[in-house]
């Protein structure tokens, strides 16, 4: 695990108080054709969790390393609390959260491969971001699952 710095945020109101987003990186947030292009919305998207939520972290298959090396290129890093590496799958094939994730009352886990994750796991699916679009809309589904959140409150 990197620690992306020692900030500390204070939960605002609604986005699921208290939850711990995790995101990836290639195909996520970034396109997994050249990993230079950031998904569009994605710094309005980082700010209304980061500033709702308790944690923002960041998993990648690429490992810790490499996701931090993407987003602080892409000017980005500031979202996210911590990186961490995807590090194992379980009997089922599916990745494995328990290191990095144990303990926490509330997590959701943001990817575009959703089948790799745990059973269990809350999930926002999006599709997958191949290469640079100025009109995708693919983190819709986190914008909305955040709103939700809001509107409970």
């Not at 986005?15 to 997994?32: H, K, M, N, P, R």
């Not at 890093?77 to 959260?97: I, L, N």
Request: proline letters at 5%.
């Amino acid at each position: 695990m990197i620690m992306a710095g020692e900030e500390t945020h204070r939960p605002g109101p609604g986005v699921d108080e208290g939850a711990t987003w995790v995101f990836d990186l290639d195909g996520c947030l970034i396109d997994s054709l050249t990993g230079r292009s950031l998904r569009p919305g994605a710094v309005e998207v980082l700010s209304q969790l980061r500033d709702g939520a308790v944690a923002v972290m960041m998993w990648s298959a690429g490992g810790a390393v490499y996701a931090q090396e993407r987003v602080t290129a892409l000017g980005i890093e500031r979202y996210f609390q911590s990186f961490h590496d995807k590090q194992g799958r379980g009997a089922d094939g599916r990745y494995t959260t328990e290191g990095f994730l144990s303990g926490r009352r509330l997590v959701i886990l943001v990817d575009d491969h959703p089948e790799d994750l745990p059973i269990d796991a809350d999930v926002v699916a999006v599709r997958p971001y191949l290469a640079a679009n100025p009109h995708d809309r693919g983190l819709e589904p986190v914008a909305l699952r955040a709103e939700l959140g809001r509107a409970r409150s």
